[in-house]
């Protein structure tokens, strides 16, 4: 009887979930959480049916996350394997339920066998209990948002519980990050670290590095030594306390021979031999995504011919270094959320020769955080360099007077700081001031990337963000 009725309750989770989406799509609201969020409420255990009959990847961490999913993706389309994806960044519960029931027809069974999830690094602990990947890539850990994530070391030990849950799972971990790396440690699972040779080979400066999320080891608490620093906590670690050390990884940069404003090239070490790589976006950081990517791609058994063209020809998600061509000018958005990842992003300004247009939007709503003391750790010194090619600098969003005094504290000329709250009248403006070849660089938190990417769609005809 028990039996009768989950399978009753799972059909009506499922048909509720599938309306849901259809009316909120077709009304243009995007649809990517509510319909997971109706049917966990009719059939709590929908996630745990509908996510056995995939084989699911998975991918975890603070920073990349969209990115090294979206270059998956593509990896997957080369290699000709069907998959589903919360292409949306909906990566809670109700996200990853929203995902699967669009994936399904109404007898319950797939259209896809792969299912290609991005989790939120603080839900993956919950979504271990339900499903368990084939492979899970980790990204990083940097601090974020610590009055929803709370301290560093807790989002670390919250996805530590959640492999326990999956044994079986193959790990692809940072190996260049202490924080990542530990999670391979004393696992029965198979573990695949990736990372990147020493900075003369990498075009960073030895020992270049910002504030630091993981100065002390995590076994005996000593200082860690480093080798060489990528950036952040990200490099050569040891501790010479225990010994604790970065794990030698399979895959790997080897030297980077271009890194410009547009795109990087990457000599990638593999087992079965290195490649040149041309990564269609720029950005240090966006190598690293790569690399997990490669990675994935290695432990799949592709081949690099088709591992290169996806490099090459990857979308990226929306609001993640998205780029829109108007005739002459360019718009850039590019999702900021914590020190580290704005400090990298700047650093990636500093690389555009020809004059621009920047906007920093700064919400404080909850699925931003509403601390937004970080701001004070982001190194602006990049910026205050290349302030002479910046035309006009906007702040926007319910934070724009914080973002503003911030901005002079660096040292950022006032006079080319404008508050402007509202969107369409900073857009006009700031698109004004363009000259022909010139781009506008819009930096949004979470909740201001939505409102401004809305108006975006709207003005030209952009995909939805879901799509």
């Known amino acids: ?6 399978k009753i309750l799972f ?16 009304t243009g609201r995007g649809g990517t959480s509510l319909p997971g969020k109706l049917a966990m409420a009719v059939c709590p255990e929908i996630l745990r049916i509908l996510g056995s009959k995939y084989r699911i990847i998975m991918v975890t961490g603070t920073n990349g ?63 271990s209990k339900y499903v368990h990947p084939a492979v899970l890539v980790v990204t990083n850990f940097f601090r974020d948002q610590l009055d929803r994530y709370g301290e560093l070391y807790t989002t670390v030990e919250r996805v530590r519980e959640g492999i326990l849950n999956s044994p079986e799972t193959t790990l692809i971990l940072n190996g260049d990050d202490s924080l990542c790396a530990s999670l391979g440690r004393n696992v029965n699972n198979p573990v695949i670290y990736y990372g990147m040779d020493k900075p003369e080979e990498t075009g960073e400066e030895k020992g270049a590095y910002e504030n630091n999320d993981a100065s002390f080891c995590l076994y005996c608490k000593t200082r860690y030594e480093y080798l060489y620093h990528i950036y952040s906590h990200l490099g050569h670690f040891k501790c010479p306390g225990c010994g604790y050390e970065r794990p030698e990884p399979l895959v790997h940069v080897v030297r980077v021979p271009a890194m410009t404003g547009e795109f990087s090239v990457a000599v990638i070490g593999t087992p079965s031999g290195n490649f040149e790589a041309h990564i269609n976006l720029p950005g240090l950081y966006n190598i690293y995504n790569a690399l997990a990517a490669v990675t994935f791609a290695e432990v799949l058994g592709f081949s690099h011919e088709k591992t290169i063209k996806a490099l090459a020809h990857f979308e990226s998600g929306f609001g993640r270094m998205e780029s829109i061509p108007l005739g002459d000018k360019n718009i850039q958005v590019i999702l900021i959320k914590n020190p580290t990842g704005l400090s990298q992003v ?14 920093f939007m700064i919400n404080d709503r909850l699925a931003d955080g509403t601390d937004i003391s970080w701001l004070y750790d982001v190194d602006f010194e990049p910026l205050r360099e290349i302030q002479n090619r910046v035309s006009r600098i906007f702040v926007s969003g319910t934070r724009a007077e914080d973002m503003a005094v911030r901005l002079k504290y660096a040292g950022i000329f006032t006079d080319s700081i404008t508050i ?27 909740t201001a990337l939505l409102d401004i990417r809305k108006l975006l769609k709207k003005r030209f005809k952009l995909k939805n963000f879901w799509q």
Do not use: W
């Open 346 to 359: 700047l650093k990636y300004l500093a690389t555009v020769e020809k004059k621009s247009v920047i906007c």
């Open 1 to 6: 009887m028990n039996r009768l009725i989950n």
């Open 420 to 446: 402007e709250k509202n969107n369409r009248i900073m857009l006009d403006s700031a698109l004004n001031m363009l000259n022909a070849g010139e781009t506008l660089y819009i930096l949004p938190t979470y």
């Open 11 to 26: 059909y009506l989770a499922l048909f509720i979930g599938k309306a849901a989406i259809h009316l909120l799509r077709i």
């Open 65 to 127: 996350k969209t990115t090294t999913s979206r270059i998956i993706e593509q990896i997957l389309t080369e290699n000709q394997i069907k998959y589903v994806s919360n292409k949306s960044g909906a990566n809670l519960l109700s996200g990853l339920v929203t995902t699967l029931i669009s994936d399904v027809r109404l007898n319950g069974l797939p259209t896809s066998a792969t299912a290609l999830l991005e989790v939120d690094e603080a839900a993956f602990r919950a979504a």
